[in-house]
Structure formats: C-alpha cells, structure tokens
C-alpha cells in the first residue's frame, strides 16, 4: 500500500538536511556517521565475523512503492513543461517509475531554465535520492547503485575501493554499526562512485553528485573579501580526511583542540588539493565544518568551505580521496 506524504514544495526555502552523528571508533576505521543509535564498541581490525551474527536484510531490487508525492508547483516553458509532466508521470504509476523519473528529471538540468525552475528540479532530485541512493532498495535499471555478495575475506576497505565511494556511508545505507559485522554470503547495496561536488560562489551553494547524477544542495561559507575561495578544480587530498583535527591559525600561530570552545573546524575536516584552474597547486584549503550556522552562507573564511556540522558529516561520508573532485565556478 502507497504510503502518500504531501510534499510541498515552496522556491527558496532551504534543503532539508538529516542529522548524522558520530559514534566510536572501530579500531583502523574512523568514526562512522550512521542514522542508527549504535552501543560503543572498540574493535580491532574490519575483517569478516568468525562466527554468525545478525546482519541486515539484503537490498531488494524491486520498484517499490514511494514515501512521498510529488507537485509540479513552478510554471516552465513548454517544452520544459512536458518533460516535467513526464517525470511526474512516472511516479504516480504502481510501481512507480523512481529511477526513470530520477534520470529525465536529471537531464532538465542541462536545459535552459530560471533560477526558480532549477530550484525545483533539484528538490524533485534531492528527495528522490533519499529513495534510490539513501535507502535501503536497489531499484530496477539502476546503474548506480547495485547489490553486492560478500565474498570470503571481504573487508570494507576492499569493496570501497572497487567500488569508488567511501566505506562509511555503505555501512550507513546498510545499517551496519560494526565493520566486522560484513559476513560471507552476506548481500548489501553498493554505490557505484564517485561522487563529485560543484561549488558555486555567487550563491554559496554546493551541488553534490554521484557521477553525473545530481543528489543534493548544501549552503555554504565561503572566502572573504581578499582571501575570496579560488575557482578551479581540487581533487580530495589522500590522508586528509578527518575528524575534528588539531588546527593551527596561521595568522595569531594559535593551537586549536576540538575540545576548545573557540575551535573553528567543526566535525570533520577534508583536505583539498588544487589541480586545475586559479586552484592549481594551491595547498591549505578544505571543506570542513562549523558550530556557528551564521557561518554558512556568507563570505566570511580564508578562503575553506564551511558546512553545517551535519551537512559536512554526509559529505565526509561520500567525498573518495584521490577520486572525488570539488570544482568552484562564480
């Protein structure tokens, strides 16, 4: 039975973002942000369970019935008008239609459209990602998401690299709170990575996608006046992916801790490298986090993306080093 929510979708108001917390350390892992409350455990290592345990129920590939309802709420051209018919379309059917709306609604946003219009689209997007990305069903036809059976010796660390996307967000959508908790025989739902991110600077906006797939919108924070962001290409430095780092401030030569009150990275830190554009060879920046939302959305650092400690959790999350790309345009 469909379980239908109204979604109201209203231009300009902010993206809802979800809440992922930290839990322990899993021994050579870091810590993972999951949705689900987790016991502290302190484990050595991430290989495979001698003995069974309880495991979640393997992703289903069905085209399931949608969590929510959708409005065609902004006026398009005509043109664009029936693409959007279209898309909609496809999610009133039973099943519904989740990816084939997912990808003609992804490819409206290589059309001419305003600003208003593109705000739409991607609200359509980001909420049907928390179906076909963020849940739990691999659906029909997807070709970016999959299941995968776990192999004899299998560790997270081994299927992250196959498959491009970071260990701590396959044992988010997995439910999986332990990395040994991986057994052999076992199915889970992988992500074809990686993802990549797009930040634009006049409206402090980052997009961030699954290949060429649009996800989601965050706000963001970004240089000041004389120490403004540079445009270009950075690639996710390898090793500088990080939880609450000591920070030094380069300018007073002050030494921050996470603990300190006034520490300015919030709950995650991860390092760029410039490679292309007035960003080549530029070391020193990141995207990181920040205790203070009044951050986020105005020009207000030396030149590092801030997120909400939330939104820089997820995107900690997703973000491969060495593969996943962050390009800033104006």
């Known amino acids: 039975m469909q379980i239908a929510i109204l979604l109201l979708i209203v231009v300009g108001v902010k993206v809802v973002t979800h809440n992922y917390n930290p839990v322990s350390s899993f021994g050579d892992y870091e810590d993972v942000a999951v949705e689900i409350p987790l016991p502290n455990m302190e484990i050595e290592g991430a290989g495979l369970m001698p003995t069974p345990a309880p495991a979640p129920t393997p992703a289903p590939i069905a085209e399931s019935q949608p969590s929510e309802t959708y409005e065609r709420v902004e006026e398009f051209a005509p043109e664009l008008s029936s693409l959007i018919d279209e898309a909609l379309a496809g999610l009133d059917t039973r099943p519904p239609r989740i990816i084939e709306a997912r990808d003609r609604l992804n490819a409206m946003l290589s059309e001419p459209m305003s600003a208003q219009q593109s705000v739409f689209v991607r609200k359509l997007l980001s909420k049907l990602s928390q179906e076909w ?42 439910g999986i709170g332990n990395p040994k908790a991986l057994r052999a025989g076992e199915t889970i739902k992988a992500i074809n990575g990686p ?21 989601r919108s965050f706000p963001v924070g970004l240089g000041r006046a004389g120490m403004e962001t540079p445009t270009g290409r950075w690639a996710v430095k390898v090793g500088d992916k990080l939880i609450s780092p000591t920070w030094t401030d380069p300018e007073t030569g002050k030494t921050y801790e996470s603990e300190n009150p006034n520490y300015p990275l919030g709950l995650r830190w991860i390092g760029l490298r410039g490679i292309e554009g007035a960003a080549k060879d530029r070391t020193g920046f990141a995207i990181h986090g920040t205790k203070d939302p009044q951050q986020v959305g105005v020009a207000g650092s030396r030149g590092c993306i801030r997120l909400l400690n939330e939104d820089v959790m997820l995107v900690y999350n997703l973000l491969m080093p060495g593969l996943s790309h962050v390009t800033v345009v104006d």
């Open 195 to 215: 993802f990549h991110c797009i930040v634009y600077r006049s409206a402090f906006r980052m997009d961030l996608y699954l290949q060429d797939m649009f996800v």
């Open 133 to 174: 990305l963020f849940g739990r069903t691999v659906f029909v036809d997807d070709k970016l998401c999959s299941n995968y059976r776990v192999q004899q010796g299998d560790q997270f660390r081994m299927i992250e690299k196959e498959y491009k996307t970071p260990y701590e967000i396959l044992m988010q959508i997995n």
